[in-house]
């Protein structure tokens, strides 16, 4: 019996590539604006992901030593800066709506009538 | 082999979860598949030996990123909360891209040898000890600015929201 069942890089690059896929559509396709944001945070998680499991793999094998988590601290990096987006995002959000009485991106067209 | 059905387990949570994310046309329950994604994804991290990391993601994404964008929904919705977050009339050419994405990635990725690599045995720690080791010997710059990014990101979202007062 030679099945090797174990989850090798591959299958979490995948996972990572469908939550990206999906975010993607979710950034092109949705109407109100949360959402996209939204969309956008799956997107940066897909990204933490590969970064995770590039480290857990590849890099394992490569050196072992002091630097051995940097990937980690990347998708660290990645967490800070996407914590800061959707609170400046949601912040903005708020913004637009004070004025337009709307979240739907169809209608944030103040450059055009 | 208990992982490899773990992983099977939440890696169909976490993408399921995200297709609920974009397909649900009530934006309240986007906002819930998106924290049961991020959770299914805070077990994958588990799985790679990230435990700090998963943590951080259950702390910030499940618990502070959701609840701030249920808020955000609280402070805007107008209307039927049903029909809250539907799709742009252009949401075909946004599904063909995304999926060309895919394809051409999953490719990449299926077809590329070097990245066919199994577990091996995992040297490198991955608790809170380790990664703050690195953070505050080798990549302490970066660390100092990301500091200075969340205050500037916490002082320019009160003062987005709050609106400013117009002088004379």
Redesign the interface.
């Known amino acids: 019996m030679n099945l090797?069942?174990?989850?090798?890089?591959?299958?979490?690059?995948?996972?990572g590539?469908?939550?990206?896929?999906?975010?993607?559509?979710?950034?092109?396709?949705?109407?109100?604006i949360?959402?996209v944001?939204?969309?956008l945070?799956?997107m940066l998680?897909a990204v933490?992901?590969n970064f995770?499991?590039f480290?857990?793999?590849?890099w394992?094998?490569q050196l072992?030593g002091?630097?051995?988590?940097?990937g980690?601290?990347a998708?660290?990096?990645v967490?800070?800066?996407?914590?800061?987006?959707?609170?400046?995002g949601?912040?903005?959000?708020?913004?637009i709506?004070?004025t337009r009485?709307?979240?739907s991106?169809?209608e944030f067209n103040w450059l055009k009538w | 082999m208990a992982g490899t059905v773990v992983f099977f387990i939440f890696a169909i949570v976490a993408v399921s979860a995200a297709w609920g994310v974009v397909t649900s046309r009530n934006i309240v329950h986007s906002a819930l598949f998106l924290a049961l994604s991020f959770a299914g994804v805070a077990v994958l991290y588990i799985l790679m030996n990230a435990e700090f990391l998963a943590a951080v993601q259950l702390l910030i994404y499940c618990g502070a990123v959701a609840i701030m964008v249920v808020f955000a929904v609280m402070l805007t919705l107008r209307g039927d909360v049903e029909e809250s977050s539907g799709e742009t009339k252009k949401w075909l050419p946004g599904a063909i891209s995304a999926v060309l994405v895919f394809v051409i990635v999953a490719l990449v990725i299926l077809t590329n040898q070097e990245w066919r690599i199994l577990p091996s045995a995992w040297l490198g720690g991955g608790g809170a000890t380790d990664i703050s080791f690195l953070m505050f010997s080798r990549y302490m710059i970066p660390f100092e600015a990301a500091a200075i990014l969340l205050t500037i990101a916490l002082v320019g979202a009160v003062i987005l929201a709050k609106g400013v007062k117009e002088s004379k």
């Open positions: 090797n069942l174990s989850v090798g890089l591959t299958s979490y690059l995948l996972v590539a469908m939550l990206f896929s999906l975010g993607l559509f979710g950034v092109f396709a949705k109407k109100n949360i959402a944001l939204m969309s945070e799956l998680n933490n992901i995770v499991a480290n857990r793999f590849v394992n094998q072992n002091s630097a051995l988590l940097t980690q601290v998708a660290l990096f967490i800070v800066l996407a914590a800061a987006e959707v609170a400046v949601l912040a903005l959000v708020i913004t709506y004070r009485k709307s979240t991106v169809d």
